[in-house]
Antibody, heavy 119, light 108 residues
């Protein structure tokens, strides 16, 4: 069974750094693209970017380029989303999701990680 | 980049047909995918490749495409279909994806 399990909720102050994770299981982790989607509370879905764990090939949404870092750690079958300096506007639920192997959509989703940035 | 436009809300009575549209200039060339999101849950894909129903999705869900507009149709709407629905597409090499703004389906 394919599963994507995300790290727990975080509460941070503006300016702090953060790395959240998404651990895949039940499939060959390095063979499927993993993406990240942001959802501000009460708002819609926003595609942030996607990474291929096999070679770390990464594509970013122009809206998020330079704002976050997407990476993988193949040794533990995990994808990461990282901020170097959080802002209050980063408060959101962040979902990881696995791309369908042949088409451009997300077939499996993690449960989401709520990130709250507040002073 | 490009945009996908959805109506913010659609309301139907149980048993009626709900139609949710998604429009965008690139949709005549790229596939559209539809997700259902219920409160507190991650999205679930209901339709892929414009009109293919995802595994386990009831037959009352269907998709169609005409030019630059795609439509998600839910026939015989049930109370459990009340949710937010998002369309999604990608550019030709998959390097940039976009979601529509979402449509809240209310079953009244």
């Amino acid at each position: 069974e394919v599963q994507l399990v995300q790290s727990g909720a975080e509460v941070k102050q503006p300016g702090e750094s953060l790395k959240i994770s998404c651990k895949g299981s039940g499939y060959t982790f390095t063979s499927y693209w993993i993406g990240w989607v942001r959802q501000v509370p009460g708002k819609g879905l926003e595609w942030m970017g996607i990474i291929y764990p096999g070679d770390s090939d990464t594509r970013h949404s122009p809206s998020f380029q330079g704002q976050v870092t997407i990476s993988v750690d193949k040794s533990i079958n995990a994808a990461h989303l990282q901020w170097s300096s959080l802002k209050a506007s980063d408060t959101a639920i962040y979902y990881c999701a696995r791309r369908d192997p042949g088409l451009y959509f997300f077939e499996y989703w993690g449960q989401g990680t709520l990130v709250t940035v507040s002073s | 980049s490009y945009e996908l436009t959805q109506p913010p809300s659609v309301s139907v009575s149980p048993g009626q047909t709900a139609r949710i549209t998604c429009s965008g200039d690139a949709l005549s060339k790229q596939y559209v995918y539809w997700y259902q999101q219920k409160p507190g849950q991650a999205p679930v894909v209901v339709i892929y490749k414009d009109s293919e129903r995802s595994s386990g999705i009831p037959e009352r869900f269907s998709g169609s495409s005409s030019g630059t507009t795609v439509t998600l149709t839910i026939s015989g709407v049930q109370a459990e279909d009340e949710a937010d629905y998002y369309c999604q597409s990608a550019d030709s090499d998959g390097g940039n994806w976009v979601f529509g703004g979402g449509t809240k389906l209310t079953v009244v």
